[in-house]
């Protein structure tokens, strides 16, 4: 099993940034790619950001060049760093890891980000 455990989220204002931290534990050596991914009410969970273990990135088109996704394999964490943030980047965000072990995969509880304009 892995258990993913994120913070960082917050209230911004419209233009500034805030750093989302994704701790991992557990069975870690399973993990391959990790991901964001973030959520609105009545909307389905879409993906931000990927990573793979070599630090190969994915960005969607509504966060290139405002927001960086990086990973510490050492630590077993992954960060993303949200600058230029706009209010319809408020959402909850959610940590994936995918595993080569069943389940194969994993989210953690989320945090929420709220940027006000």
């Known amino acids: 099993q892995v258990q993913l455990v994120e913070s960082g989220g917050g209230l911004v204002q419209a233009g500034g940034s805030l750093r989302l931290s994704c701790a991992a534990s557990g069975s870690i050596e399973s993990i391959h790619t990790m991901g964001w991914y973030r959520q609105v009410p009545g909307n389905q969970r879409e993906l931000v950001a990927a990573?793979?273990?070599?630090?190969?990135?994915k960005y969607e088109d509504f966060v290139k060049r405002r927001f960086t996704i990086s990973r510490d394999n050492a630590k077993n964490t992954m960060d993303l760093q949200m600058n230029s943030l706009k209010p319809e980047d408020t959402a909850v965000y959610y940590c994936?890891?995918?595993?080569?072990?069943?389940?194969?995969?994993?989210w953690g509880h989320g945090t929420h980000v709220t940027v006000s304009s």
């Open positions: 990573i793979t273990t070599a630090g190969g990135t």
């Open positions: 994936n890891a995918e595993s080569s072990k069943w389940p194969y995969n994993y």
